[in-house]
């Protein structure tokens, strides 16, 4: 099955937009890939899905390029509360991994 | 309303002991799904259901074994024989994998830890 990567850490300051990004490059035809955002001692939570292109929710962007091997969520003016740890996952499994741990700092 | 459930929020065991950890949805998902969670670390799979009766090992099934005789239930159960069961526990459903828009919902929780 095939599985992402990203970067482990992140830091950004309040009020700036934080982009991360996510390899995947042997996604599948039929995968959609899903965002996840997990506060400490608590289960992840959904927070954006999409298949190619870009797409927009009130929360954040999903930027997916033609070819499909990566994705960027898009995180619009983070604030202390989206401190956090983001995971991106393939719809054909739902293998976590280790996330990215974003940090804002004041 | 519809969601997840674990139970208990926090689980304390004795060395050599056997526990079993609850989760139920009333979703109507067909796929279920156990994580372990270590301090600063991501989820883990430990086993994982598409269907009734039927489950699959994850990343790290051993010194666990799972149940799912029902479609609400898939119950956890740590083994004396895992070397190192003090973690937290999450279980999630969702529509099967491979489907579109597949998305899994989350219960709070279980804290094990061995005493």
């Known amino acids: 099955l095939a599985k992402t990567t990203q970067p482990i850490s992140m830091d950004s300051y309040e009020g700036q937009e934080v982009n991360i990004t996510c390899s995947h490059n042997?996604?599948?035809?039929?995968?959609?890939i899903t965002w996840y955002q997990q506060f400490p001692s608590q289960g992840p939570r959904f927070i954006i899905q999409g298949y190619k292109t870009k797409v927009t929710n009130e929360v954040a962007s999903l930027f997916i390029p033609a070819d499909r091997k990566s994705s960027t969520l898009s995180l619009p003016r983070v604030s202390l509360s989206d401190t956090a740890v983001y995971y991106c996952l393939l719809s054909n499994n739902l293998f976590f991994g280790t996330g990215t741990r974003l940090t804002v700092i004041p | 309303d519809g969601g997840i459930t674990q139970s208990p929020k926090y689980l304390f065991r004795k060395e050599g002991q056997n526990v079993t950890l609850s989760c139920e949805q009333n979703?109507?998902?067909?796929?279920m799904y156990w994580y372990r969670q270590d301090p600063g670390q991501g989820l883990r799979l430990i086993y994982y259901?598409?269907?009734?009766?039927?489950?699959q090992k994850g990343d790290i099934a051993e010194g666990y074994s799972v149940s799912r005789e029902k479609k609400e239930s898939f119950p956890l159960t740590v083994t004396s024989a895992q070397k190192n069961p003090t973690a937290f526990y999450l279980c999630?459903?969702?529509?099967?994998?491979?489907?579109?828009?597949?998305?899994?919902?989350f219960g709070q929780g279980t804290r094990l830890t061995v005493v």
């Open positions: 042997n996604i599948a035809t039929n995968d959609y």
């Open positions: 999630a459903s969702s529509t099967r994998t491979g489907t579109v828009n597949t998305e899994a919902f």
């Open positions: 979703l109507n998902h067909d796929a």
């Open positions: 259901s598409q269907i009734v009766n039927d489950f």
